[in-house]
């Protein structure tokens, strides 16, 4: 059976969503500017990882390459998504009106579609990713 369901897209085109969900455009602007700032770390964190010794066929720089073009985010109602296209890394809270965590949280995936709501790993806000790693939050 076919799935007839159309795939979720990168964020692309932020002014819809800011007309959709009624946001203030800098508070959109700025998240967008912090999910770039954590895909930077991630990649930073794996290069670093990565980088251990020769590699005199280039599958280390080709691997390197490849996983940096993998990481991409998804906006969902609540919460926007990291995922490396095989898994997911991260979700980051992007509402304002969530119980226990603030706006920009850094939540730890519990599986494919939820994240885990036990305690936040760092804001995209406030720059703080010292408990997330290339394989995502910890």
Known sequence: ???????????????????????????????????????????????QWSDRGADP????ARMTEEYCASLQYYMG?????????????AFVVACDDDK??????????????TPARNFRRGNVLDRTFDRVRWTGAL
């Open 1 to 47: 059976m076919m799935n007839l369901r159309p795939k979720k897209r990168p964020v692309s085109n932020l002014l819809i969503w800011q007309e959709k969900d009624g946001d203030n455009m800098t508070d959109v602007i700025e998240l967008v500017r912090g999910l770039d700032s954590m895909l930077d770390h991630m990649r930073a964190d794996y290069a």
């Open 77 to 89: 109602k609540k919460y926007v998504k990291v995922t490396d296209g095989s898994s997911v890394k």
């Open 100 to 113: 226990k965590f603030q706006y920009g949280d850094i939540l730890k995936p519990a599986g494919w579609k």
């Open 57 to 60: 066929n280039g599958t280390r």
